[in-house]
């Protein structure tokens, strides 16, 4: 049975005809927003590290479609009553598949013969691994106005619109791998760019451009899962949040350099707080449940 939602009287979402127009064109503006940012302004190879105007418009433009349809934010899964206790969930998942996965990093280090460190740093993410070391406050405080824009953009358009629309016509899988396929292509840019400086060659860029697609699409999966498991946002904002900002940080040093095994150790991450979702999501029996429960 399906739990109730309220909307108020003055403001009924606007029926949308064309859910799937809709999602192809926000999504295509959104990408050409990426494309200039990546490819002209280039904010995430200067000292800034971040590319966060694109997110910025992103958000913006995500908020005149709300606007336009007249869909509240909690529509979407911006709730206010449970953010609290949804942000605290999805920074617990975090710290539970990360720990594990620094800690395997750390031993496999000391089993090849090496002596590794933890570093606290702000480096830059990118298709070829992380890049900067800053230690100063100003950067740390970029580092997490950048993660916050980053989720507050993704979360509400991949996980919160996306979905919203594409299950006013289709079934919540349907859904979920639209929103999951359409994630993973969003950020093969990284390998394009790397391919046109001629920093990677056309056929590694393509195979690094196949990785990511393929991996952040899996993410995106356990976040729409999180989204249907909570009935909002904030789980999965909070947990893909962690997961950007740890890598951000939190850096395991070697003598022979640093984060040799981010790789792994990012998949043993999100391969554990994968398993955990779909054991919740199974468990509550939350796709016999509405996606966005608390609309008010």
């Not at 979905?163 to 840019?189: C, Q």
């Not at 990284?190 to 056929?203: F, H, L, M, Q, T």
Request: overall charge positive.
């Amino acid at each position: 049975m399906q739990e109730k939602t309220f909307q108020h009287p003055l403001r009924q979402p606007r029926d949308i005809r064309k859910p799937f127009l809709a999602i192809a064109l926000v999504y295509g503006v959104c990408v050409l927003f990426r494309l200039f940012e990546y490819f002209v302004l280039r904010t995430d190879q200067t000292v800034l590290g971040e590319a966060f105007v694109h997110k910025i418009a992103g958000f913006v433009l995500l908020l005149i479609v709300l606007r336009t349809y007249a869909i509240a934010p909690s529509g979407i899964g911006f709730a206010r009553k449970t953010a609290l206790r949804h942000t605290l969930y999805g920074f617990l998942l975090g710290a539970v598949a990360f720990v594990p996965a620094y800690a395997a990093d750390l031993l496999l280090a000391r089993a090849n013969g090496q002596a590794p460190g933890l570093s606290l740093y702000v480096s830059a993410f990118s298709a070829s691994g992380n890049f900067g070391n800053q230690t100063g406050a100003i950067f740390f405080a970029i580092c997490v106005a950048g993660n916050i824009i980053n989720v507050l953009m993704e979360e509400g358009v991949f996980r919160g619109l996306f979905l919203r629309l594409a299950e006013s016509k289709t079934t919540f899988p349907r859904a979920v791998l639209l929103s999951s396929v359409l994630f993973g292509l969003w950020h093969i840019v990284g390998p394009i760019r790397e391919w046109v400086d001629g920093d990677r060659s056309a056929s590694g860029a393509v195979m690094m451009a196949l990785v990511m697609a393929i991996t952040t699409a899996i993410t995106g999966t356990k976040f729409c899962l999180l989204v249907k498991w909570s009935g909002s946002l904030w789980t999965a904002m909070a947990d893909h949040f962690f997961n950007n900002t740890i890598t951000n940080i939190l850096h395991v040093v070697t003598p022979t350099g640093v984060d040799e095994m981010m790789t792994l150790r990012i998949a043993i991450a999100q391969l554990l707080s994968l398993a955990i979702v779909i054991v919740l999501f199974v468990r509550s029996k939350a796709r016999e449940k509405e996606t966005f429960r608390e609309v008010m």
